[in-house]
Every structure is written in C-alpha cells, then in structure tokens.
C-alpha cells in the first residue's frame, strides 16, 4: 500500500490529471470492490477471538475526533472487547473521557505526516500488547514497522475506494465519517457471519461526537464574560488558520467575509481565533478589515485550550472555518459527563475549502452527497473548483503547486448572505432557535 502510494505521489507531480483519472476508474470498477473486499474478509477469517484491539486514526486532530466512530460501533457489536485508541496528542482532551476506548495512547506529536519518534511511539504501543487486530487508517505508517509485532494489520483500502467512488458519482456520500460508519458495520457483519440484527447498533455513531467534562461549559461562558460578551446576543465564530496554505482561506478573502459580517445588523460579536499553524494570520485579516468594522471583533485569548474551544463552539451560532480541525470539533455532537447533557448542539456550520473536498470532509444539510453535522442548525459548503482541481489535491503535503488556485471563484458575499439568513432565524430575547426550515435556505444551494 505505502509503496503504490509513493509511485503515485511520484506521477502526480508529473501529472496530476493522469493520476486522477487511473484512481477514479479504478476505484468505479465493480472488479475491483469485489477483490478488496474479498482480501478484507479473508484477513478477518483468520482472526479466531476477538479481546484487544488497536485503532490508528490518521495522525491529525481532526481524524482523531471523526474516527472515534469506529470504537463506538465496535463497543456496541462487542461490550467484552478491550479497545486501545493511538491518536494525536493534542486531541487528548477532547478524547480522554469517552467511556468506549479502555486504553488511550496519545502519543503522535507531528501533525500530517508521521516523525521518526511517531515511529518509535506506535512501536512501543504495538509491542506492548498482542493485539487480535489492529485497524490502521493512517496510510503515512510503513508495513515494516508492524511485523515485530505479530499482530495482524487491516488497512482500510476497500473504503478508500469507496470514497472516491461516491466522490465521482451523484447522490452518494463520500464523506470520511459516513464512509468510516459503513466501514465498521461492515466489518462487524464479518466478524459476527452477518449476525448484525442481535446487536445494539446506532446509525448516530456516523456524526463526530466528543465526551466533554461538565466544566469546561462554564470556563467557556467565563471567556465570554471577559470579552464583554453579554447574552442574549448572536455570535460568530471565525476560525483563519488551517493547516496547509492549499486550505489557507486567503487573507484579503477573509478581511472582505469579515466586514460584511461586521456590517450585519444580525451579528452582534463575531470571535475570532488566532493562528497556530500560520502565526498572526489573525492581524493580517484584522489589518484589511476598515475601523469602524471592528469594533464587533473579539479575539480569543492565545492557547485556549483545546477542549475549552470545543465547549465555546457550543455557545456561539455560527461557526465559520477552512477545511482543519476545529471544523470537525465545531462539527462534532458535544456530550457531557453525567447523566444530562447541557450541550446545546445547535450550531450552524460553514466550510470554506479549496484544495480538499468538501463531499468528503465538509458538512452540508442541504445535498444527500453530503453529512450534516451533529448539530441542529443549517450547515453549508462553499467550495471552489479551479481547473486544476482534482483528487491529488487532497495529499497536501506533498503537492508543490508554483501558482496557489485553491479559492479561485469563490466569493465572500454568497458566505455573509448565508450567515445572515441563519442568524435571522435566531429569538433572542428568549435565546432560542425557532424551528429549522432549509426551504428559504435553499437559495445559496
């Protein structure tokens, strides 16, 4: 897998379209479903109990939050199984109290491709235990480095094509949570011989969830309080960092969304976080942004922790962001621990992509080719589609484009006017949402 990889990595800097259009075919070829599935269930035959397990999700945050739908449907199909999570640590907080993983491992520090000490840290968990099975969904990890272990390794080819299949089709959902969902229901099926009507399983698994301490709800409302944000009120939050300028939202595209936020009657606050990745890319926005538009502009304090920011989307109505992870952490369904949830989940969301795709990592409640978040809020997908666009785009890491494209098109207008119709849904004075219609939405579709 690693080396056809690197051979197509190699041809798509020669020629991306070329690259594209083998996959795409290949991927569309019943033929082909037919062979990975059967080598996935052959794998799988050989497996005779089934007590501990590992899943790798890719090394980002934003994998690691969506990929947790795996554990929660293989807890469901297996109450006994002991279940191992090695993930980003940096997305600890956001996964340390979700009851379905017994033993967590965040111990990957790099964030898109792995480090040699992301290596030696996956070894020493692969060593730690013998493994029935282990799930790897991160395509960066070579073989070599799980055969010390004996345990034997599923890798997620056969859903890979389908989500370049459903990518290239129409009416079918490519998106990575949904394609993880069916993933892991089908791999239950073959581990049960299709006995999959004795078990508790729920289709709500599919939408990000985060298990959150009760806490950080009212941290997140202190934040508020010390940016003089009074409540009731309306409140966007803005997100200008991702992590690769082929998903970096220019700067003067971001200035231009945030005054015509700023210019809204509907918007009372609009919080904006500050860059990580792209250090100070909040000032530059700021800087193009006219005066007497930013007095409605709150930035959020330097290195807000990351769950506290997973607490404060909750607060906010809209929360606007390029394809990265707090797109994801917005996304997700927010539970808290105890018996009552005091998470709102009523969010609306908008994705704004260029390099990737947002069929497959965007939220949509208005396409059945989309996932709606887990929120109950209109969500949206403003996406541009250069020329030069195509499935190679989504390998970030290792494009090398000499001309940036990525938001070729796209407008920030079409974004405000969206935002406006949300807000306007909004009562205020009783800080409810009035009932969610998508019909007078539908005219930014």
Partial sequence: MIIIEKAARVISRLSPELVDRIIKAAASLKLTHLFLNRIESFQLKKINKLKNILVIPDINIGDAVISQTIIAILRCAFPDLKISYCY???????????PYIDFHFPYFQSIGIPSQKDHENLMHVLNKTDYDIVFNLCPYFPNKLFKPSHSPVLYPVRMIGEIIRAYSSNGDSAHIAHRLDKFAMDLVKKLTQNHVNELNLQSSHSLPHIFMERALLEKSKTILLEL???????KVLFNPDTSSIYTLIPAGFQSDLLAGL?????????????????????????????????????????????????????????????????????????YSTGTENLYKNRTSIIGIFGATSGKIYGYDSFSP????????APAKVFESHPPCKNLTCIDKAFKNCSEILCFQGLKPDVIVEFTDDCLKKINTTANKRSPLRTDSLSQHI
């Fill in 369 to 376: 080719e989309y996932n709606s978040p887990a929120q109950d």
């Fill in 88 to 98: 980003q640590k940096k997305a600890y907080p956001l996964i340390k109290t979700n």
């Fill in 228 to 234: 003089g944000i009074t409540t009731p009120s309306r």
């Fill in 262 to 334: 700023a210019a809204l009657n509907s918007v009372d606050y609009i919080l904006m976080n500050r860059g990580f990745t792209f250090k100070e890319i909040e000032k530059k926005v700021i800087d193009g942004i006219p005066p007497e538009l930013r007095k409605k502009i709150r930035l959020l304090p330097k290195n807000i922790d990351i769950d506290i920011f997973a607490a404060l989307t909750d607060q906010v109505d809209v929360f606007i962001s390029g394809d990265t992870a707090p797109l994801h952490i917005a996304s997700a369904k927010k």
